[in-house]
């Protein structure tokens, strides 16, 4: 089956303590971005990656790192996680190495910071 | 930048009435324009698109004609159901600006009674 898959799908942890959430998708796809969603502000772009060690800065890409060292993973990285950074995160993917085609999002992880 | 406006919510109608969610774009470009929907505890996923000026998207009875001397993407429906209910998210990327940015809207809950 076709699909994007996160893990973990939740998430509590503390202030500083360094994460990693998972981002696999099977379909062979070049574009891959990172999306945080929270009531009000809707779905903001944190980073993209347009094929393999090709990443950018989306609109809120502060306090995050990503890596594209392989087509299929794009993980997203919280060295120092702040209680701000508490949402519910999508990663997406498309079959061109661009924006401008059908995204494909993940079920979701939704990561609280205490 | 490019930006995204969304018909404030949340929008409550009863079964088979008409739905208009209503969505203006700014862009400097010709983006591509999508309409994603979130179903409650899912990702989103594409409802519908269109990638030029007049084209219509449709898809499950939903359809938003790509109207660029308005810079408008309205959604419509005809006569809603139940299983409507959902959060939608207008958004657009634009190849000619940024191959890789998306603009989401804040998007639009919608709930349908019987």
């Known amino acids: 089956e076709a699909q994007v898959t996160q893990n973990p799908r939740y998430l509590i942890t503390v202030t500083g303590k360094k994460l990693t959430v998972t981002c696999s998708q099977n379909m062979n796809h070049e574009y891959m971005s990172w999306y945080r969603q929270d009531p009000g502000l809707g779905l903001r772009q944190i980073y993209y990656?347009?094929?393999?060690?090709?990443?950018d800065k989306g609109d809120v890409p502060e306090g995050y790192k990503v890596s594209r060292k392989e087509k299929r993973n794009f993980p997203l990285i919280l060295e120092s996680p702040s209680p701000n950074q508490t949402s519910l995160y999508f990663c997406a993917s498309s079959s061109p190495g661009t924006s401008t085609d059908t995204q494909y999002f993940g079920p979701g992880t939704r990561l609280t910071v205490l | 930048g490019d930006s995204v406006t969304q018909m404030e919510g949340p929008v409550t109608l009863s079964e088979e009435a008409f739905l208009t969610i209503n969505c203006t774009y700014t862009a400097t470009g010709y983006p591509s324009l999508f309409w994603y929907v979130q179903y409650p505890g899912e990702g989103l996923q594409l409802l519908l698109k269109a990638t030029k000026a007049d084209d219509k998207g449709s898809n499950k009875g939903f359809e938003a004609t790509y109207r660029k001397e308005t810079t408008s993407f309205h959604l419509e429906k005809g006569s809603v159901q139940v299983s409507d209910s959902a959060v939608y998210f207008c958004?657009?990327?634009?190849?000619?600006?940024?191959?890789?940015?998306?603009?989401f809207g804040d998007g639009t809950t919608l709930t349908v009674k019987p």
């Open positions: 990656s347009m094929n393999v060690e090709v990443t």
């Open positions: 958004a657009l990327s634009d190849l000619e600006t940024n191959a890789g940015k998306s603009t």
